[in-house]
């Protein structure tokens, strides 16, 4: 509990770490390599197996609980969870959850993604407005990552529709930058497969991180995206990939080869930051 | 597995059961009455109490998933619902979780909530749009309850913003109806906060169900609920309590006084409903 702030690792992991890579835990078992069981400790082992190769090329880890949750395997996301904090400190968890629900019930999901699995970061669904919220912006030191323009090819219908002049997604990131940021623990989601508005987002919401997910299996180009989405240090960015790296490889080298795309991946990113 | 759908047991809980009262199980053990212990076998044990006290005065049991998950109580959540389904059987049971994610994830949320709890029905947020939601959707017999319009204050902040000359949560009503109902497995959720915007809710979507929180704690008169939501055969709500009913009181008669304030909320609902 007495680690840096989300922002503080995140920096430090952004410039001494030299990485924007965001890796993705996503563990399904039926892609395991053979050596691993398809049950709880088969995937509490594939996922640190994953962790330990590629905490170097990385920024920010990332489960999503419910390719956990779907198993009853909890208890294998905090086991994983605390791995990445004794064996690589520095490198913030973010707990993809995308919670949303009314204040007193949000205190629970809360409590859920800070106190029992002890993440830096949560992600979170704005569709109930500030107040549902709320309480995860209170918990000043960790850091509240807010769906604002998501990957998915549904992700327009509501999000990219107008809203006094301006598509939805502009309209929240401005609100949060402006009015929900109050402890400079926000962050948003915005997605690889829209580098142009990407960029429109970038351009409201200052130096804000912003979690890009849809590199690789989604169509998103890396490359697009650092140079629609990056900040004038060449930072800013958490760009996930899961898929891409978890099955590099189905056989006895996943970690290698795993190792080696979150290494490609981060040098691609590279390439194109500012310096 | 061999229940009938969701909306079947629903519809014969509203006329033969004679309820449109939603039970909503959101256990805080600081309020348990001292013969309960608190945790995880308190948990399970007063909600089995509850549950058992106000069966015949409900038509749903409502167990809110964040007050399980920030305990690490799963376990007590599959034992309720299962208790549920055992002595209560035709008294369905929604999984109030409020999930959301991209498909590939949302396979997932929707195996959670179907598979691992056996849940009837499940609450899910519409802010990623329809695919977001498809893999709940294609489970035909299971109820699949969609955000509207929430109950909070901050709830109209985005979903009472001005979409094509209407505010989104009558747009999205509308879509909802005419276009993701393809199984007739969808209903809404709609607060008893603003009974007029329920009425205009009930107005654009025919006979689908609705999910209304609000009465009681939050402020939300039974009366004007009734009046503006109902079908024009005294049907179609599931008007939830929570606090109300669980902590009724907080001595050894907690469950003659769940009793007591289940019955006198069906009570008051009834007294408005067309008959």
């Given at each position: 509990?007495?680690?840096?702030?989300?922002?503080?690792?995140?920096?430090?992991?952004?410039?001494?770490?030299?990485?924007?890579?965001?890796?993705?835990?996503?563990?399904?078992?039926?892609?395991?390599?053979?050596?691993?069981?398809?049950?709880?400790?088969?995937?509490?082992?594939?996922?640190?197996?994953?962790?330990?190769?590629?905490?170097?090329?990385?920024?920010?880890?990332?489960?999503?609980?419910?390719?956990?949750?779907?198993?009853?395997?909890?208890?294998?996301?905090?086991?994983?969870?605390?791995?990445?904090?004794?064996?690589?400190?520095?490198?913030?968890?973010?707990?993809?959850?995308k919670r949303g629900d009314i204040g007193s019930t949000a205190q629970h999901y809360a409590a859920e993604a800070f106190e029992r699995y002890d993440a830096?970061?949560?992600?979170?669904?704005?569709?109930?407005?500030?107040?549902?919220?709320?309480?995860?912006?209170?918990?000043?030191?960790?850091?509240?990552?807010?769906?604002?323009?998501?990957?998915?090819?549904?992700?327009?219908?509501?999000?990219?529709?107008?809203?006094?002049?301006?598509?939805?997604?502009?309209?929240?990131?401005?609100?949060?930058?402006?009015?929900?940021?109050?402890?400079?623990?926000?962050?948003?989601?915005?997605?690889?497969?829209?580098?142009?508005?990407?960029?429109?987002?970038?351009?409201?919401?200052?130096?804000?991180?912003?979690?890009?997910?849809?590199?690789?299996?989604?169509?998103?180009?890396?490359?697009?995206?650092?140079?629609?989405?990056?900040?004038?240090?060449g930072s800013g960015l958490m760009i996930n990939s899961s898929r891409g790296i978890l099955y590099a490889s189905g056989d006895s080298d996943f970690a290698?080869?795993?190792?080696?795309?979150?290494?490609?991946?981060?040098?691609?990113?590279?390439?194109?930051?500012?310096?």
């Amino acid at each position: 509990m007495s680690r840096p702030s989300f922002q503080d690792q995140l920096k430090s992991r952004w410039h001494a770490g030299n990485s924007l890579v965001c890796v993705g835990l996503d563990p399904d078992p039926e892609r395991f390599p053979e050596q691993f069981d398809q049950n709880n400790s088969g995937i509490t082992a594939f996922c640190k197996a994953i962790v330990d190769a590629t905490a170097q090329f990385a920024c920010t880890f990332k489960p999503q609980i419910a390719h956990f949750a779907a198993r009853g395997a909890e208890s294998a996301l905090e086991e994983i969870i605390d791995h990445i904090h004794v064996n690589h400190p520095g490198i913030p968890v973010i707990l993809d959850a995308k919670r949303g629900d009314i204040g007193s019930t949000a205190q629970h999901y809360a409590a859920e993604a800070f106190e029992r699995y002890d993440a830096d970061a949560v992600t979170v669904n704005p569709f109930l407005g500030r107040d549902s919220v709320q309480p995860f912006l209170d918990v000043k030191d960790r850091g509240v990552i807010i769906l604002c323009r998501t990957s998915n090819p549904g992700g327009a219908e509501l999000q990219a529709r107008d809203i006094d002049g301006q598509p939805m997604y502009l309209n929240l990131a401005a609100r949060i930058a402006n009015e929900w940021n109050e402890h400079g623990n926000c962050a948003l989601v915005v997605g690889a497969t829209w580098p142009e508005e990407l960029a429109q987002v970038r351009n409201t919401v200052g130096d804000m991180p912003l979690l890009v997910p849809g590199v690789g299996a989604q169509g998103g180009s890396a490359k697009d995206v650092v140079t629609s989405g990056q900040n004038a240090d060449g930072s800013g960015l958490m760009i996930n990939s899961s898929r891409g790296i978890l099955y590099a490889s189905g056989d006895s080298d996943f970690a290698s080869a795993a190792a080696t795309a979150a290494r490609d991946l981060r040098d691609e990113i590279n390439l194109h930051r500012n310096r």
